[in-house]
């Protein structure tokens, strides 16, 4: 027991290194990027701390070559989702009334291992199971996942710290306890660390979660709890249940322990889910939290003012539209620019498109790798072949798929006769953008399309010198992105400096990397403390005074 008020350690975000040819980093990478390509895991449903093997498997594959098999995944069923239930509930308690500053430093020495001794592991991880580059991998797997676990400390910290007002003889406070039952987290493949934040978030505030990851990326997610494991997590707070969607979804969703639901995913699922909860209404003990980021459908919109800053604007597009193979629910995949800069702005692109290279990962000369599977390689194929047969679409660069060794599809830029073609409009998740070219003096008839041509409002950005321009923009797109760049591509969102999220078909707009997200995990309680409580029933005003006469 520590009697004292404690302060959690100050946050800053986790540097990121360079991986540059000679330096230190690159070489314990390479070397571990070799060792785990040899070895094949096998990853197990795990429920209170035991490795529970279903028999029935799914295999985690290389997207970069499908043909290398990275583990052998067990995913859960009916019976073993009861099982975790049970044993979250069982736990539920004595987590609950751990200390703040116990739970702190559990994260907090998740995040310095993170940042030290797991940090090649885990990049090595998702490189080989999510076809990221070392640069990718290392904002996402390291920096942002250990961003989250140190900013959601501090952040914790300052809600525990909201407390009422007081008034003579009595002492208000705010119990901050965690919801009834379990949180329900749903991770995506794309980031590993969304998928460590969405079961942390939750635990830090001293709830038990059910951890479901995406099958292809299990095999960062296997680490994700060796790393928790390690850092003194204990069992049965976050069980992880790997598996089919509905197999496991189902039974979860039925349970009348459900508190909450924490999920990052495609818009289609999560309604599904917000729906089953509708229909499960009655038999909750409680009304679950549902908390969720969905899809986008990103835009660029350039002004005719942002003429001069025409490499900015194309390295915007390339960037944020091709890294990590348009795989990220940030990516810019609509863009608007006028008719003015257009001449130039296509040779630009044609040429940075051409000079990007593709290919396995662990080639650190490629700036892309493969799309995550076969369903992604198909479905991004339709919408290519889509562009080739539409009189309508003209392909500007790119528009080859290969399928042989990896599931790689080329960066992809397609020009659009109408601004609400289905690629301007639907989210492709890969490296396809639709670019279209609006006459100069429909800037905001523009803008305004941009605004309604799709239902999701996730992020977005302007490039314009006209001040006027970009106030306009902030105006007309006001709720058309829930992060908004001004001369910037609409990706990179850093925890503790702009909270992400969406609203419309894009999720909740609850802000991971904010003090918002994790008041969602909490159950306030107020309690008012009396110390000198009344006496008498009779309040001073029925007092009888003797120079009053009657009314």
Aim: with cysteine; glycine share 8%.
């Amino acid at each position: 027991m520590i009697n004292a008020t404690t302060r959690v350690p100050a946050p800053k975000n986790e540097p990121v290194l360079s991986h540059a040819p000679g330096s230190p980093e690159r070489r314990e990478l390479q070397a571990t990027l070799k060792r785990m390509s040899a070895e094949q895991l096998e990853i197990p449903v795990i429920i209170g701390g035991k490795h529970v093997r279903t028999g029935k498997t799914d295999t985690v594959r290389m997207p970069h070559k499908h043909s290398h098999v990275l583990a052998t995944l067990h995913e859960a069923d009916a019976g073993t989702v009861e099982q975790a239930i049970q044993n979250s509930l069982s736990v539920k308690e004595d987590w609950a009334r751990m200390p703040f500053q116990s739970r702190a430093a559990i994260f907090l020495r998740a995040a310095e291992l993170l940042a030290t001794r797991y940090r090649p592991i885990m990049n090595a991880a998702t490189m080989l199971g999510q076809s990221k580059t070392a640069h990718q991998a290392e904002i996402d797997a390291t920096c942002e996942a250990v961003d989250f676990l140190r900013y959601n400390v501090h952040f914790a910290e300052q809600i525990l710290a909201m407390q009422p007002e007081n008034s003579p003889q009595t002492w208000n406070m705010t119990d901050y306890r965690p919801l009834d039952g379990f949180v329900f987290s749903v991770a995506p493949f794309n980031f590993t660390s969304i998928a460590m934040n969405l079961a942390v978030a939750p635990a830090l505030m001293g709830n038990v979660v059910l951890f479901k990851p995406s099958n292809t990326a299990a095999y960062s997610a296997w680490y994700i709890m060796e790393l928790l494991r390690e850092a003194g997590l204990p069992d049965g707070v976050i069980n992880m249940l790997p598996g089919d969607g509905p197999t496991v979804g189902n039974p979860v969703l039925a349970s009348p322990h459900l508190g909450g639901i924490h999920f990052t995913g495609s818009t289609p699922t999560f309604n599904v889910m917000w729906k089953t909860v509708g229909e499960n209404i009655s038999r909750y003990k409680q009304y679950p939290r549902i908390v969720g980021e969905t899809g986008g459908k990103d835009f660029i919109v350039a002004h005719p003012s942002a003429a001069d800053d025409l490499e900015a604007l194309a390295v915007a597009i390339v960037r944020g539209g091709f890294e990590y193979q348009g795989q990220k629910c940030s990516a810019p995949s609509r863009i608007f620019v006028p008719e003015s800069m257009w001449p130039k702005l296509k040779p630009r692109l044609q040429a940075l498109i051409s000079e990007i290279r593709m290919g396995d990962v662990t080639d650190f000369r490629n700036f892309m790798g493969a799309v995550i599977d076969e369903k992604s390689f198909k479905k991004t194929s339709g919408y290519i072949d889509l562009a080739k047969n539409d009189s309508g679409a003209t392909v500007v660069a790119g528009g080859e798929v290969d399928r042989k060794e990896g599931w790689f599809i080329k960066p992809t830029l397609v020009q659009l006769q109408d601004p609400k073609h289905r690629i301007m409009r639907e989210e492709i998740f890969a490296p396809v953008v639709g670019l279209h070219v609006y006459p100069d003096s429909k800037y905001v008839e523009t803008l305004r399309e941009v605004d309604a041509a799709a239902s999701y409002a996730l992020t977005g950005s302007v490039f314009a010198r006209d001040r006027k321009a970009i106030d306009t923009a902030l105006s007309e797109l006001r709720h058309a992105a829930g992060n908004f760049y001004i001369n910037d591509k609409p990706t990179g969102a850093v925890v503790g400096q702009q909270p992400f999220g969406g609203s419309r078909a894009s999720g909740t707009n609850d802000k991971a990397g904010s003090l918002l997200n994790l008041t969602r995990w909490t159950s306030p309680r107020t309690i008012k403390e009396n110390f000198i409580p009344p006496t008498k029933v009779a309040y001073p005003f029925m007092d009888s005074d003797p120079h009053e006469g009657a009314i």
